[in-house]
């Protein structure tokens, strides 16, 4: 899918993400490219690729402060310092994050076959957006198969098909796949960003950043 901001015949560069959406990173990263989008003047062509951040998470999740402690030895001040810092970075991207003592970490596996399967109906995009802002900013449970089908249905897919989808894992093995081709490709952490297919770069690295990748992109492409 094209993605804004648009400017006329202004050239287009693929943008791959990998991504979880447990992961608020992401979201900071996607929104650090749009602003990068914006300077450069530069459409693109962005296709979210699956990542798990937690494989092994329960179905019933958990508390995020307590998963962030045993995972990364973070005190629960340290915790909220970080949930602090996130917050006002999001309100500088325009991205709203709303923790909560009862913030909860949840498998993400449901939706990341959710959003595979929206991909081939070229919603994958607002699936995806809609589903950070259902996580991140509503508090929603984004492992809840009501929740995924709400989303859903917000974007435009048909809920009663995505409802067999998810309820027949049919596109389980298709979304194990495509993680192990990112993990053996050395994916180890997200946001990964490849911008044309060639040049990957992981982390949230800013607006500037991405706005160099882009103009590299484009000057190799004029080049050729």
């Not at 959406?21 to 300077?39: D, H, R, T």
């Not at 001040?77 to 917050?87: D, G, K, V, Y």
């Not at 048909?158 to 596109?171: F, G, I, K, N």
Request: glycine share 8%.
């Amino acid at each position: 899918m094209l993605e804004t901001p648009q400017h006329g015949d202004a050239p287009v560069v693929q943008v791959d993400i990998v991504s979880d959406v447990m992961c608020p990173w992401c979201i900071v990263g996607y929104k650090q490219l749009e602003q990068a989008l914006g300077m450069v003047g530069v459409g693109a062509y962005v296709r979210w690729h699956p990542f798990e951040l937690n494989p092994a998470m329960p179905p019933e999740g958990q508390n995020l402060t307590e998963h962030i402690t045993e995972k990364y030895g973070s005190t629960a001040e340290q915790s909220a310092q970080n949930r602090a810092h996130l917050e006002r970075v999001g309100q500088d991207l325009g991205f709203v994050f709303n923790f909560s003592p009862d913030s909860r970490i949840v498998n993400s596996f449901a939706a990341h076959q959710l959003l595979g399967w929206a991909q081939k109906q070229g919603l994958q995009h607002p699936l995806k957006l809609a589903l950070f802002s259902a996580h991140f900013t509503e508090g929603k449970d984004v492992s809840d198969i009501p929740t995924l089908l709400d989303c859903a249905e917000t974007v435009g897919l048909d809920r009663t098909a995505a409802e067999e989808m998810l309820t027949s894992q049919s596109m389980a093995e298709e979304t194990r796949a495509h993680q192990q081709f990112w993990t053996e490709r050395g994916v180890s952490g997200v946001p990964s960003m490849v911008f044309d297919g060639r040049y990957m770069l992981t982390g949230a690295q800013g607006a500037e950043t991405y706005a160099q990748m882009l103009r590299k992109v484009l000057s190799e492409k004029e080049a050729a």
